[in-house]
């Protein structure tokens, strides 16, 4: 089975502090995404990375940056978080051929004070 | 313009009905791809079904069928006697162009489904 996992099910950050969220993917995937979900908005591409270091920008990058040292692995950075940044966020990971599922992680929820 | 719409925010059905969620989508692409995703209250996003732009039959899995009409551009998801534990948020979601390293996908809105008893 493949298994996304998320560093947090739950975070609470104050405003100007440097937030890391975590992804893993266990199966080997090319691509990974962070997506961020608010009600009513469903979900919106903020980053994706299809190989290591390599990083293109989603719709709603503004705010946030990512790093993928390691293929496994790929990291959403938030240098200075702010209040409109409190949301659900969820890391997905696929196969280089984007015909195939996007697996997703259990999601983090983020409140930011 | 939205890619994907789903114009139902909320759907009510009872055990063991059918039911029809509406999706329609925008593309000026040949080659692509759809997606239906189910997120319990618990969180995690489930992948439920995929139709290629084409496959020429209609996408089913088990209870869940695709209802892919490519001239009126628009990709139904419906549920055969639905359960109670089909209870969930359904997302419509698309991959535009041909197959390619790193292509996200673009999500709807979201139609809420509760079934009752």
């Known amino acids: 089975d493949v298994k996304v996992t998320q560093s947090s099910r739950y975070l609470v950050k104050r405003t100007g502090e440097k937030v890391f969220l975590e992804c893993v993917q266990d199966?080997?995937?090319?691509?990974m995404f962070w997506y961020r979900q608010d009600p009513g908005l469903g979900l919106r591409l903020i980053y994706f990375s299809y190989d290591v270091k390599m990083k293109e920008k989603g719709d709603i990058p503004e705010g946030y940056s990512v790093s993928r040292e390691k293929k496994e692995r790929f990291s959403l950075i938030l240098e200075s978080a702010s209040t409109n940044q409190t949301s659900m966020y969820l890391c997905?990971?696929?196969?280089?051929?984007?015909?195939?599922?996007?697996?997703f992680g259990p999601g983090t929820r983020l409140t930011v004070t | 313009a939205q890619k994907i719409t789903q114009t139902q925010p909320g759907m009510f059905v009872q055990e063991k009905e059918a039911v029809t969620l509406d999706c329609t989508y925008d593309t000026s692409d040949q080659s692509y791809g759809l997606f239906w995703y189910k997120q319990p209250s618990s969180g995690e996003m489930i992948f439920l079904i995929y139709?290629?732009?084409?496959?020429?039959q209609n996408a089913t899995e088990g209870r869940y069928s695709l209802n892919f009409q490519k001239a009126r551009k628009s990709a139904n998801l419906v549920i055969s006697a639905s359960q109670l534990g089909d209870s969930a948020m359904y997302f419509c979601a698309m991959r535009e162009g041909v197959r390619q390293a790193g292509t996200a996908l673009i999500f709807g809105k979201g139609t809420t489904l509760s079934v009752s008893s």
């Open positions: 199966m080997d995937h090319e691509n």
């Open positions: 997905a990971s696929s196969l280089w051929d984007s015909s195939y599922e996007q697996y």
């Open positions: 139709q290629g732009s084409y496959d020429e």
